[in-house]
């Protein structure tokens, strides 16, 4: 994976959030708007965190060492669990400060003001999202940093396509001559948009807990991977082999466990050295994520 294109996308969106979220604030108390204050603070948490993601790119790509002798790649989930379970707790306070405005009073708020500054979100962060998801896809389909990182901007465009929608009804309420319930629209717009926002967050969180864990990637990969090292096997002679996989961040964990019961079949170093060659190369024609990998030649299958 090209290192300095994830970093270049992760510098663009941070970019992108900075102008958004000064924006946002600037506008939101001058608009008197908690929707547009709240999407400010999100903006600005998440301007913190494109930091950290920037950060993180980095320091994996530096691979093992003596304090890291496993590598670096654990650094991506914890970030990721880092990230959402800050957005959860922005969310939680976000809907609690919303659901007290309701009962203790609302301002005033500028609609169509509100309605401008949705409609720039909308453009923005739709922009944002279309560069970092195809250039992404293009340059590090791999990457968990980008993938999670696009999955937010996607969720920012139909978070301010709904502010729009809601300011534009509040509009409509105070145009009809109800201006006494106008006001409301801003606080529920808050509590609707937490409700909506907060299931990708909660869903990299859970992402994150199995990245930790090394927990099995999908089953399709799975599937092939045993598949192929099976195909090595029966070219190879060995009785069985037996496959674990698991995945962390962008890094799919495997341990490969050769199985030769039959006494009258031999293999020397140079011999499991070539078969340890052959089932790297096969894995990363297969996949193109980083590979740690283990293979080991046992005779016992308890040891495998």
Known sequence: MNTRDEQNILMFSACSVSF???LALVWGVLAKSQMIIFDGIYSSICL???ALYYYTAKTITKGS???FPYGRMHME???????SAVLILICAKAFIVSVSSLFSGVGEINNLSGMGYAAIGVVGCLFSWWYIARTGKMKVPESELVKTNAAHWKMDTLLSLAVMIGFFIAYLIERAGYVQYSPYVDPLMVMLAVLFFVRQPIVSFIEGIKGMLIMAPVRKISDISKKAMKEIAELEGFDDVIVRVGKSGRELV????????RSEKTYSVDDMDRIHRGVENRLHELFDNPLWLHVSFVHDRKLG
């Open 77 to 83: 989930p914890l970030v990721i669990m880092i990230q």
């Open 65 to 67: 060492s003596d304090k």
């Open 20 to 22: 958004f979220a000064l």
């Open 254 to 261: 495997y341990e490969v466990s050769f199985i030769a019961q």
């Open 48 to 50: 913190l965190m494109d």
